[in-house]
């Protein structure tokens, strides 16, 4: 009877704990290994072996220079998300996404929530509203190019790192300049060369440097506005050889 | 934008039937409001990505009432007043949506129509003022002067401002918790986590009663200042304390300076059945469609019009980037 109590006493405390933190505040061992697995979205490219895809209940930044392929493969992670039937917040506070090239990049758009909030503070508000709600599964913040006069710096999206934190929400920051006072994963983005035809722009090559110093290389068309995943820079050089 | 759904049953209809009808609303929709004896108002706000376009669930209302046991007309408008004379002037069986500006629809109709007393509208009729149209263009501030507050409301009406939300029911006994605080509060995070309790302890009771709150009532007394008094509405109706904590939250982040708070309390003003819902079985999960749409709502009401869109693309030829997709703004 003893056991039956106690069983019934630890429930209780276990219901009382999820209710008051959330669901998924405690977690049965058992359950942790499938939790872990759960907690990364696949973007099903190179980058999954570099970073073992994106996290979440945390934030990760993609940094690089205007066309560096970092909104393309933020737009990969997106339609991950989306895979899982979930939604997608996206605060786009200077108007710079493509709706196109997100769906060619296999982003439901019926499930994509744009935010163009005007000021910082709304900014941030919005991204604190979808990261608290649970209602997303990722929340893109694509401060914009760094040449405009950008409401948003990626030092600013501080406030939002405790509230990403222990939900099961993926925080993606798109942004030109690396955070200075912040410590983020991150993910730095280099274009390596341009492809040109006919005198024309047709695409260019890219490569993602992880945090361990890895490498993936991706190529971007312009025209079609598609992501070509070359492959890990290691395995490359294995087949050269 | 409100959408409001107003079914009138017919007058043959048995108490049982009309009683069968409004479980049945209950059951089926978000937020329901009894009008008058067999005459009830579907707030449809929010609930179009879940049912379907607003005439279609209107369309299912009718269904819905026959099954029950009742006939209804069921009319569909940007308020409860027009969609309610709209729903006296469809006939049973059948469902209309407003196509008209409310303004222009109530326009012809006689002045009795409004919700006025007997003697303005005859004192009206001496003025040669008949119907809707001529009533809505007289001077507000006339009418308010000379005719008293319920002929400026009606005035209101007249003119396609319809502000009046879909009430629910309050509960049959109070659901109410409160709390005193040892050190004044000062900081909205501190609030929110003192909240929390707060909203558990009115969560267990609702559930205990079967019920889920609609409008919730935040009362804070501060030392330095008027006591705080925050009212929200929850759709859909909810007993998550979670739900509540977060909708107080958004309405606490509207007030920059709280000032000190010394105590707060919580209240379920309006109530609705507890309806059961399944969480994370399935990807695709609806509770979580729900959480993102309220937080659409949210913050559409925050950030104003032209800040929360959804894409769709439109022409992937175009030869100008702009017209290659279409931005829509996101109402609920």
Redesign the interface.
Known sequence: MGSVAGVAALDGAVARIG??F?TRALVRGASFERRSEEGVLRTGTAFDRLAGGVPTGAPCAFVGTGTSGKLSLALRAVAAAQR????V?WIDPTAS????A??RAGVD??R???????TRD?AI??AA??L??????LVGFDTGPALLATPVRVDDIAPLIPIVRGTASALVIVTDQAPRRLVLPTFRFERLSWERQLDRTTGWTFRVAGTRGDEALFHARSYARTLLDLGARDELLEASA | MTVVAVARTAQAASDAARARVLSALRTALPRVGVLDRGVYACDLRGTRRLLGAPFEVAGRIVALCERAGANAAVGVGPGVFVARVLAEHTPLGQASELALDPRVYLAPLPVATLPLDVRIVDELALLGIRDVGAFAALDRSAVLDRLGRAAAAAHGLACGMDEAPVRGVPPRRPIRASRRFDDAISSTEQLVFALRALADVVADRLRADGLAVLRLVLQAAREDAPSLRLERVLLPPTAEPTALVRSLRWALEEWPDLGRIEAAAIEALEVEPLRGRQLGLFAPDGAHAEEAIAVAQHLRSRLGAGAVLRARVQSPDARLPEREAEWTEVVA
């Open positions: 209710r008051r959330g899982e039937g979930a939604h917040m996404l493509d709706a196109l997100a769906s758009l019926d994509l929530l744009v935010v163009r909030a005007r709304d508000a919005a509203a979808g608290r709600s649970g209602g997303f599964r």
